[in-house]
């Protein structure tokens, strides 16, 4: 296939890829589509390429409907290889083409493809661009699923290019989704499940976003193109990510032993960040609580943060006696992370988490913020030196994020 039609000049050119496909450690056994977009206006245009290894056949078919010397315009939506991967391909043939992506892209892309050299048109949130005959508008999706994404948006025929959002991992000839054989809402939600549910509150930042537009067209960049009902799959998202009052049904526990007071008030802004998403954790100051208690509210929660200062390398308070006691209890499918202030080094928060992790919860640490979520802030262990007031705004992202684990899980 080197070309399907979707509207009067917006084209599909992207490819099947009915191979076993390795995929964020998956294999797709059936494999996927990469989509790619042309719209052959005045100003012929791109919209994200196919994966890398396709290269050359995606050039041979992008000329068959338009002279790559005549393209004004490669909009990359999201640098994985699987969109971008044949960039360089495709703008080593349109030297003439402007290359549109956000801020957070341009420097990923010419690291990635050498392509120091090439112009580039960095957008804004709702920036638009005039490409002769139709105009498209940007929209940053930022962490869906990687913190450079953005949708693009034609409105003159209502078309959402809609990146990775809305996709699904099947290797589909049909190309359109009224024009499907197998039924396919299975395959669409569960790439939801496993690509964007990690990434909820994005995904209602986007849905949001894209609320009062008109969208008749879904162009993902896998899987079918969503023409027949696409306000129906905006509205299964809606649902997919809509937590209502589940909130109110989680139990968090934070406890927390302190030297100077700046645990507690990391502990304060931990929970801050964790009522934002509905849900109000039990607190705990080891010197004054009553420890049955707490032990009895951890045995009920789904989640559990231990915090403690440093001093001379170590912990200090009833924290770490505390959780020595609950040794030989069980804790396995409990959210837990370590928390702490700090002036030099701040081991004590290292040992909570070994402590948390040899008592049998699922922790949360870089690793897993890193695997699961693709953050690289260092949310956990939590570690705050003295008190500056940026700091503790990264204290509310952790609480933030560690709740929507126990929200989602
Ligand atoms: Fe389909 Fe994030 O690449």
Not at 230 to 242: G, H, L, P, T, V
């Amino acid at each position: 296939m080197s070309g399907v039609q979707i509207t009067d000049k917006v084209y599909w050119i992207g490819k099947v890829d009915d191979r076993e496909v390795p995929f964020h450690r998956l294999i797709l056994k059936k494999g996927t589509t990469y989509n790619s977009y042309l719209l052959k206006t005045e100003k012929p245009t791109i919209v994200d390429t196919v994966d890398i290894i396709y290269g050359r056949e995606y050039l041979e078919n992008v000329s068959k409907i338009v002279n790559p010397a005549d393209i004004q315009f490669i909009v990359i939506n999201h640098v994985e290889p699987d969109h971008a991967g044949a960039l360089p391909a495709l703008a080593a043939k349109a030297p003439n083409a402007k290359i549109v992506c956000t801020e957070e892209a341009v420097s990923l892309l010419k690291d990635m493809f050498k392509l120091h050299q090439r112009e580039f048109i960095t957008v804004k949130d709702g920036d638009t661009l005039d490409i002769g005959g139709k105009t498209l508008r940007f929209l940053k999706t930022p962490f869906l699923h990687t913190e450079e994404t953005m949708m693009t948006y034609e409105p003159e025929d209502g078309i959402l290019f809609s990146c990775d959002v809305f996709s699904t991992h099947i290797a589909s000839h049909e190309v359109f989704n009224d024009l499907a054989k197998i039924n396919y809402i299975e395959k669409f939600n569960g790439y939801y499940t496993t690509i964007m549910a990690p990434h909820r509150p994005y995904i209602r930042k986007m849905l949001e976003k894209i609320k009062d537009l008109k969208v008749n067209v879904i162009g993902p960049s896998h899987g079918y193109i969503l023409r027949d009902n696409a306000q129906k799959f905006i509205s299964m998202y809606d649902e997919m990510s809509n937590i209502g009052e589940m909130g109110k049904e989680k139990k968090v526990v934070i406890i927390y032993s302190t030297m100077t007071g700046n645990t507690t008030k990391i502990a304060d802004r931990i929970a801050k960040g964790m009522e934002d998403l509905g849900i109000t954790p039990q607190v705990f100051n080891m010197k004054n609580a009553d420890k049955d208690e707490v032990k009895n509210s951890i045995h009920e929660c789904d989640g559990l943060l231990a915090g403690s200062s440093t001093k001379y390398a170590d912990t200090v308070g009833e924290v770490e006696a505390f959780l020595k006691s609950l040794e030989g209890e069980t804790f396995k499918g409990k959210f837990a992370a370590a928390f702490g202030s700090y002036g030099w080094s701040g081991e004590a928060v290292i040992h909570v988490e070994e402590q948390l992790e040899q008592l049998g919860f699922d922790i949360i640490n870089q690793r897993y913020l890193i695997k699961v979520l693709g953050i690289d802030t260092p949310l956990f262990p939590l570690r705050i030196r003295f008190l500056r007031e940026e700091e503790l705004d990264r204290a509310e992202d952790s609480g933030r994020v560690f709740a929507e684990q126990v929200l989602t899980h």
